[in-house]
């Protein structure tokens, strides 16, 4: 019997099974769905609350609306740097901070993991831009299915996701009409770290707040050292770390230049001989590449597996005591 046929005996089998069946198999394809995200490289994995999801995210923007017939959103998180990449200067970072298409790949892949063995549709969630809405709005919120799966909590860092073992992290989503049995929500939020709110009591401001370039981040604890209040002007940040909208800026200005040698100022200066550079190459640096506030975080720096040195000592640990 093919593969192919074998799938199909497997569909009509699964049609006529009892409730309790169905629900036994879910759990057992939840387990090998997220084990086989482990097993290429993720850190974490879950399945995040469908209905969340369509409670908190705008109309146009939900599961359905890029796959109509949805039961499940997955979300997996790859590690963030590693512990030498906080040792560089910005501009050094700045190419090669991002891990994020380590995210795509698994999501990528477990896509396929899905449809071949359980023949449900399946699909990985574009983490990519709204062609109908603009640079800075997404056409979902990877941030907002891991969030809901458990996978982190929202930081005083801009609402950037941190996990009390893993630190920093980056995510991705696959969507798929396989119904499986979401998780819940981290039960606590490892930020502000003890450490920033001892800071906050004698200064008012957290090592995010007080280091960031742009000055975009600000915000309040209670007296519980909990988060009070974040926020975070997108603008500031995006005019310094987002560089993809400085390119139609600067081709404007050297439009209404007025004569040659003030349009080649604005085309062939330091700035834009970089940006030029990097579209040349492909380089990540177009996007958001600024680490500052994470540099001096100490959970995404410090977290017991933040990084792959912290990683490795975990396991010789391990092995140790075994």
């Known amino acids: ?50 209905d969340a999801i369509n409670r908190i995210a705008p109309a146009g923007h939900r599961p359905a609306d890029i796959m109509p017939k949805v039961k499940s959103v997955i979300s997996v998180g790859v590690g963030g740097q590693t512990q030498g990449a906080w040792t560089v200067p910005a501009k050094a970072l700045a190419y090669f901070g991002s891990t994020e298409t380590r995210a795509y790949g698994i999501a990528y892949g477990c896509a396929f993991f899905i449809e071949n063995r359980y023949g449900e549709r399946s699909v990985y969630c574009p983490p990519d831009l709204d062609n109908e809405k603009g ?50 929500t981290m039960p606590e939020n490892p930020c502000p770290h003890p450490s920033c709110v001892d800071m906050y009591r004698k200064i008012g401001e957290t090592p995010c707040m007080k280091f960031c370039p742009a000055q975009c ?44 040698q003030a349009r080649d100022d604005v085309l062939y200066d330091l700035d ?39 990683r490795r000592d975990a396991r010789q640990a391990a092995k140790e005591q075994a």
Request: charged letters at 25%; hydrophobic letters at 40%; one cysteine or more.
């Open 135 to 184: 640079p800075r709005v997404p056409l979902q919120s990877v941030k907002l299915h891991a969030e809901l799966a458990g996978l982190g909590a929202r930081s005083l860092a801009g609402d950037i996701l941190l996990h009390p073992e893993f630190g920093y992290m980056y995510f991705a989503s696959i969507f798929t009409e396989l119904e499986l049995e979401p998780d819940p």
């Open 1 to 50: 019997m093919s593969l192919y046929s074998g799938s199909l005996v497997g569909v009509m089998e699964k049609k006529t099974q009892q409730p309790e069946d169905r629900h036994s198999d879910s759990l057992d394809a939840k387990d090998a769905i997220l084990k086989y995200c482990l097993s290429k490289g993720a850190l974490v994995a879950g399945v995040a609350d469908l």
């Open 272 to 310: 834009a001989t970089m940006l030029w550079y990097k579209m040349s190459v492909g380089s990540g640096g177009l996007l958001a590449q600024c680490f500052e506030c994470m540099r001096v975080c100490p959970i995404a720096t410090r977290a017991p597996m933040a990084d792959p040195i912290r």
């Open 217 to 260: 981040l600000s915000g309040k604890i209670d007296e519980a050292g909990n988060q009070a209040e974040m926020r975070y002007e997108m603008s500031k940040c995006a005019e310094l770390a987002e560089q993809y909208e400085a390119v139609p800026k600067m081709i404007s200005k050297s439009i209404d230049a007025e004569t040659s």
